[in-house]
T-cell receptor
Framework: KQEVTQIPAALSVPEGENLVLNCSFTDSAIYNLQWFRQDPGKGLTSLLLIQSSQREQTSGRLNASLDKSSGRSTLYIAASQPGDSATYLC?????????FGDGTTLTVKP | GAVVSQHPSWVICKSGTSVKIECRSLDFQATTMFWYRQFPKQSLMLMATSNEGSKATYEQGVEKDKFLINHASLTLSTLTVTSAHPEDSSFYICSGVGGLNTEAFFGQGTRLTVV
C-alpha cells in the first residue's frame, strides 16, 4: 500500500526566501506525482505534474523534482511571497488513483 | 489539461437529508472516477472507485449504503450522501481518468456542511 509523507508539516518563512518542501513515498511504481495548493476552505489548485519518466517540471517560481528510485520529490519555491501562503499537497498517482500526503502548511510573512 | 466540473462547490444541508454531488468530464470520457474526502486538518483519502456502468468499489470503512455512487455515463458520476449527519461534514472531491490514460483530472471539490 502506497504511503506518502510530507515534511515539514508546517513552515514559516519571511518574504523573499527560497524554500523546499519534501514529499516521500514508499512504492516507487508510480505513474506520476502531482503538487497541489489548497487555500483554507477551498479546493485544490494543480501546480505541477511530473510523469514517472520525467525528472523535473518548472512553472514560474516553482520547480518540482522527482527521484523515483529513492521515492522522493521536492517542490522548490523561489522568492516566496505572502500570497504563497497555503497548504501544499503532494499526490502520488498510480494508474489514476492518487495517494495524498498530509500536506505542508506554508506561511510567508511580509 | 482536461476539465472535470464538480457541482456544487459548497452546500449546507439539514441533518437527515440527502445531498447529491455531481462530477462531469467536459472534454474527455472518464471511464473511471475516483471520489475522495478530506476531514478538517486531515489529508484527502480515497473513498471509492467507480468504472462506467459498474458498481463502485469502496475503500475499507466507507459505508456503501450511505455514500451512493452512480457512474452511468462516461461524462457523469454522482455521489449522494444519504441521511447526512454532522460527522459527514467534509470536503469531497472527484477525479476522472479516461481510457488508457493514467493522469487523473480533479474537480474543484465540494464543501459539505451538515447542520
Amino acid at each position: 500500500k502506497q504511503e506518502v509523507t510530507q515534511i515539514p508539516a508546517a513552515l514559516s518563512v519571511p518574504e523573499g526566501e527560497n524554500l523546499v518542501l519534501n514529499c516521500s513515498f514508499t512504492d516507487s511504481a508510480i505513474y506520476n506525482l502531482q503538487w497541489f495548493r489548497q487555500d483554507p476552505g477551498k479546493g485544490l489548485t494543480s501546480l505541477l505534474l511530473i510523469q514517472s519518466s520525467q525528472r523535473e517540471q518548472t512553472s514560474g517560481r516553482l520547480n518540482a523534482s522527482l527521484d523515483k528510485s529513492s521515492g522522493r520529490s521536492t517542490l522548490y519555491i523561489a522568492a516566496s511571497q505572502p500570497g504563497d501562503s497555503a497548504t501544499y499537497l503532494c499526490a502520488v498517482g498510480g494508474a489514476g488513483k492518487s495517494t495524498f500526503g498530509d500536506g505542508t502548511t506554508l506561511t510567508v510573512k511580509p | 489539461g482536461a476539465v472535470v466540473s464538480q457541482h456544487p462547490s459548497w452546500v449546507i444541508c439539514k441533518s437527515g437529508t440527502s445531498v447529491k454531488i455531481e462530477c462531469r468530464s467536459l472534454d474527455f470520457q472518464a471511464t473511471t472516477m475516483f471520489w475522495y474526502r478530506q476531514f478538517p486538518k486531515q489529508s484527502l483519502m480515497l473513498m471509492a472507485t467507480s468504472n462506467e456502468g459498474s458498481k463502485a468499489t469502496y475503500e475499507q470503512g466507507v459505508e456503501k449504503d450511505k455514500f451512493l455512487i452512480n457512474h452511468a455515463s462516461l461524462t457523469l458520476s454522482t455521489l449522494t450522501v444519504t441521511s447526512a449527519h454532522p460527522e459527514d461534514s467534509s470536503f469531497y472531491i472527484c477525479s476522472g481518468v479516461g481510457g488508457l490514460n493514467t493522469e487523473a483530472f480533479f474537480g474543484q471539490g465540494t464543501r459539505l456542511t451538515v447542520v
